[in-house]
């Protein structure tokens, strides 16, 4: 089956009936989520159609009954997106396997900022720049910089680091499964999920639900084992022409107990 085929019905399988609007009578239902029949009902379209999206024809569809299924499945705006770009993907282009780069302006502001930890990071995850409170942050030595997701996944030291460590590894897991739908034949993406998917039954877990979303703000909690508990509000920005690239600013509200905190960690790794 498709990936477009596996998310369609993952999200068939996690809309309820009621959820939906559909009656059902009081009868007994072998599964809790919708029938196919019951999305074809909703988008207004004719079973055998919706079964065919479903095995992975995704090439005679509009772009009305797409937003059609969008509603029928009652999906967020990361959601219709990625259906978007399953439905109608983009060409394939194939590029050779150099290095990625980060354009030297923005290498410069990252390591300007003294206040905020600052990561510049691929649509892979790999980290491909920072500023010095970003490495203290992470406990990143002066070596090769990480993968984000692994990191995550993979290295005990980040279950410590990071209190909502299972809310921070959802939505990793989501950032991966929306970027590979860009790129789809992105063969290190798919190295990358192989890897984690392997090693990490948590990642496998959460990639079998099929979760999509973008990140672009949180909050989230470290336990730094130099300066302790920290409270710190993350902002990721898309880097124009920068093929999915993204710069992360995680910083503490001015005055907070936090705050003071950031300020002994930069003193503490200069």
């Given at each position: 089956?498709?990936?477009?085929?596996d998310f369609?019905r993952?999200?068939?399988?996690a809309?309820?009936p009621?959820?939906?609007g559909?009656?059902?009578?009081?009868?007994p239902?072998?599964?809790?989520?919708?029938?196919?029949?019951?999305?074809?009902?909703?988008?207004?379209v004719?079973?055998?159609?919706y079964?065919?999206?479903?095995?992975?024809e995704s090439?005679?569809?509009?772009?009305?009954?797409?937003a059609?299924i969008?509603?029928?499945?009652?999906?967020?705006g990361s959601?219709?997106l990625h259906?978007?770009?399953l439905?109608?993907p983009?060409?394939?282009?194939?590029?050779?396997?150099?290095?990625e780069t980060?354009?030297?302006t923005?290498l410069?502001?990252?390591?300007?900022n003294?206040?905020?930890?600052?990561?510049?990071?691929?649509?892979?995850?790999?980290?491909?720049?920072?500023n010095?409170?970003?490495?203290?942050?992470?406990?990143?030595?002066?070596?090769p910089?990480?993968?984000?997701?692994r990191?995550?996944?993979?290295?005990?030291?980040?279950?410590d680091?990071?209190v909502?460590?299972a809310?921070?590894?959802?939505?990793m897991?989501a950032h991966?499964?929306?970027?590979?739908?860009?790129?789809?034949?992105d063969?290190e993406m798919?190295e990358?999920?192989?890897?984690l998917?392997?090693k990490s039954?948590?990642?496998?877990?959460?990639w079998a639900?099929h979760p999509?979303?973008?990140?672009?703000?949180?909050?989230?909690?470290?336990?730094h084992?130099?300066v302790?508990?920290?409270?710190l509000?993350e902002e990721?920005?898309?880097l124009?022409?920068?093929?999915?690239?993204?710069?992360?600013?995680?910083?503490?509200q001015p005055?907070?107990?936090?705050?003071?905190?950031?300020g002994?960690?930069?003193?503490?790794?200069p």
């Amino acid at each position: 089956m498709s990936e477009l085929g596996d998310f369609l019905r993952s999200r068939r399988a996690a809309l309820t009936p009621e959820a939906a609007g559909v009656a059902t009578y009081g009868t007994p239902r072998r599964v809790p989520g919708l029938r196919r029949e019951e999305v074809a009902m909703l988008a207004g379209v004719s079973v055998n159609y919706y079964t065919r999206l479903e095995q992975g024809e995704s090439h005679q569809m509009s772009e009305s009954v797409l937003a059609a299924i969008a509603n029928a499945l009652h999906l967020d705006g990361s959601e219709r997106l990625h259906l978007l770009r399953l439905a109608w993907p983009m060409p394939v282009v194939r590029r050779g396997r150099a290095a990625e780069t980060v354009r030297p302006t923005v290498l410069a502001l990252a390591e300007s900022n003294t206040e905020q930890a600052v990561l510049i990071v691929s649509r892979r995850t790999d980290l491909l720049g920072g500023n010095r409170l970003a490495r203290a942050l992470w406990g990143f030595g002066p070596g090769p910089l990480p993968n984000m997701a692994r990191q995550l996944f993979l290295e005990p030291s980040s279950r410590d680091l990071i209190v909502d460590w299972a809310r921070r590894a959802a939505g990793m897991a989501a950032h991966l499964r929306m970027a590979t739908s860009v790129e789809p034949d992105d063969p290190e993406m798919a190295e990358l999920v192989g890897e984690l998917s392997i090693k990490s039954a948590e990642f496998a877990n959460l990639w079998a639900t099929h979760p999509v979303a973008e990140c672009s703000h949180a909050i989230h909690e470290f336990d730094h084992p130099a300066v302790g508990r920290l409270t710190l509000n993350e902002e990721s920005l898309d880097l124009p022409g920068g093929a999915g690239q993204r710069v992360i600013f995680l910083g503490a509200q001015p005055g907070s107990d936090s705050a003071g905190r950031m300020g002994m960690l930069g003193s503490l790794f200069p």
